[in-house]
Nanobody
Framework: QLQLVESGGGSVQAGGSLSLSCVGS????????IAWFHQPPGEERNEVAA????????YYADSVKGRFTISRDNAKKAVYLQMNSLKPEDTGRYFC?????????????????WGQGTQVTVSS
């Protein structure tokens, strides 16, 4: 069973940057689309970015387009989320998840397993 571990969260002021990492526990990591989800306090979890197995195609929620960049390094079994120009509304817990479908194309993305999340706090 592929396990995912996120890191890189923290507290920053509005306009700042953070870089999140999601590392997989096995080589099967490279065979799954991976997505990042954002869960604001008291709200539902929503996808903000996704990346296909090769890294050749990426998807972004409108709220983060132009500010966040998702990338992956399959040799390191890692997916990254570079977050720039952070806003207070970006505050929340960020989770990475793998798609349910082996070699799936990210659309639709149906989470198969989750990491434990990492907290991001953006102050105004």
């Amino acid at each position: 069973q592929l396990q995912l571990v996120e890191s890189g969260g923290g507290s920053v002021q509005a306009g700042g940057s953070l870089s999140l990492s999601c590392v997989g526990s096995s080589d099967t990591f490279r065979s799954y689309c991976i997505a990042w989800f954002h869960q604001p306090p008291g709200e539902e979890r929503n996808e903000v970015a996704a990346i296909t197995t090769s890294g050749g195609t990426t998807y972004y929620a409108d709220s983060v387009k132009g500010r966040f960049t998702i990338s992956r390094d399959n040799a390191k079994k890692a997916v990254y989320l570079q977050m720039n120009s952070l806003k207070p509304e970006d505050t929340g817990r960020y989770f990475c998840a793998r798609d349910s479908y082996w070699m799936g194309g990210c659309r639709p993305f149906r989470p198969g397993s989750w990491g434990q999340g990492t907290q991001v706090t953006v102050s105004s």
